[in-house]
Structure formats: structure tokens, C-alpha cells
């Protein structure tokens, strides 16, 4: 058997697992966003358990339900960390499939014509996460309100908590963001990673 022959094969088996991990990656995406929403509920109905005879203040919220607060909006930022570690690593596959087709396309001009997917490496875009963009956006904002309000139970006069909370909201994306800048360099084989 031929070297050429062996790299064609080896790259239509590649081409396969490949794709196969993009759509597990989509599907991984879909749960985690399910997870969010779970997460997000807990709290609340542990707050529903409890409080069923007693009145509930919003704005008085207990310590230990303070933590618990704490504890959702560390899983919400840990979740949107998870969407976008998912997402990059199926962009990354994509690139890869796409050199997979360009390969075939430069070695056999009569199929380029039929490919209608990407046959290049810049795409997709690096910093266009499609609707996961909204999702992120979401998950981030909900975690950290709730990171945010844990600040509220702290005991302490008001005007601290409202400083505490705007704090606690600040660092929640900045975390994000540090994080996600340090996962697309990671998934970029070039330096030239575009700002946002």
C-alpha cells in the first residue's frame, strides 16, 4: 500500500472521529446549558421547602442561605467557563475538518465544486460563538447576580453590601473573561489572537 494511500485513509478516519466529537461537543453544550437551569432553580426551591409556613424576606437573607448563593453563582461561572471550553473546542475541530476537506479539494479539482462547507482554517471565527454567545451572556449575568446577593446576607450596614455585591459582580466577569482569553490562546496555533 502506497504512503498516499495510507494518508487518505488516515485522514477519512480522522474526518469521522472528528466530526463525531464536534456533535458530541453540540450535544455537551445543550446539557450544560440544562445544568444552569437546574442550578439556577436549587436555590430556590430549597427556599420554598423552608420557608412553606414562614414568610420569606428577599432583601433579609440568612447566612446560610447566603452561602448557598455563593455556592450556585461559583457553579453558574464555572458552567459558562464549561460552554465556552466546549465551544472553542468544537471550533477547533471544525478548522481541523475544513483542512480536511482542502486537502481533498487541492488533490482532486472535480470535487471542489460539490463542497459547500468551509475549506479553510479561519473559520469558524475564533471570537463568534454564535447563539452560545447569548447562553454565556446569560449564565454569566444570572451567576453573577447571585454572586452579587450572597454578599447580601453578609452582616454588615447596606451601603457595604451594596459595595461588596458590585464587587463580587465585577471579579465574577472578570474571572470570565481572563479565563476565556487564556482558552482561546491555548486553542490557536497562531500568536495573532484578535482582541475583542
Same mark, same amino acid.
Given at each position: 500500500m502506497s504512503t498516499d494511500t495510507l494518508g487518505v485513509k488516515f485522514l477519512l478516519e480522522e474526518y469521522r472521529n472528528i466530526a463525531g466529537t464536534h456533535d458530541k461537543l453540540r450535544d455537551l453544550q445543550a446539557r450544560i446549558f440544562n445544568y444552569f437551569l437546574l442550578l439556577s432553580a436549587f436555590p430556590f426551591t =430549597? #427556599?420554598?421547602i423552608l420557608y412553606k409556613d414562614k414568610e420569606f424576606n428577599l432583601l433579609n437573607v440568612p447566612e446560610s442561605l447566603s452561602i448557598l448563593f455563593l455556592i #450556585?453563582?461559583?457553579?453558574? =461561572? @464555572? @458552567? %459558562? =467557563?464549561s460552554l465556552v471550553d466546549a465551544r472553542l473546542s468544537q471550533y477547533r475541530? %471544525?478548522?481541523? $475538518?475544513?483542512? $480536511?476537506?482542502? !486537502? !481533498?479539494s487541492t488533490n482532486d479539482a472535480k470535487i471542489a465544486q460539490y463542497l459547500y462547507l468551509p475549506t479553510t482554517d479561519d473559520k469558524p471565527d475564533w471570537i463568534d460563538l454564535g447563539y452560545i454567545r447569548w447562553q454565556r451572556n446569560f449564565i454569566l449575568l444570572v451567576g453573577s447576580l447571585f454572586t452579587a446577593y450572597s454578599v447580601s446576607g453578609l452582616p454588615s450596614g447596606d451601603s457595604v453590601r451594596i459595595v461588596l455585591g458590585a464587587v463580587a459582580f465585577l #471579579? &465574577?466577569? !472578570?474571572?470570565? &473573561?481572563r479565563f476565556q482569553r487564556k482558552t482561546l490562546e491555548r486553542f490557536q496555533k497562531r500568536t495573532d489572537i484578535p482582541k475583542e
Open positions: =430549597l #427556599v420554598g #450556585v453563582g461559583t457553579g453558574h =461561572l @464555572l @458552567l %459558562a =467557563l475541530y %471544525a478548522r481541523t $475538518v475544513n483542512l $480536511v476537506r482542502k !486537502f !481533498f #471579579v &465574577y466577569w !472578570f474571572i470570565f &473573561y
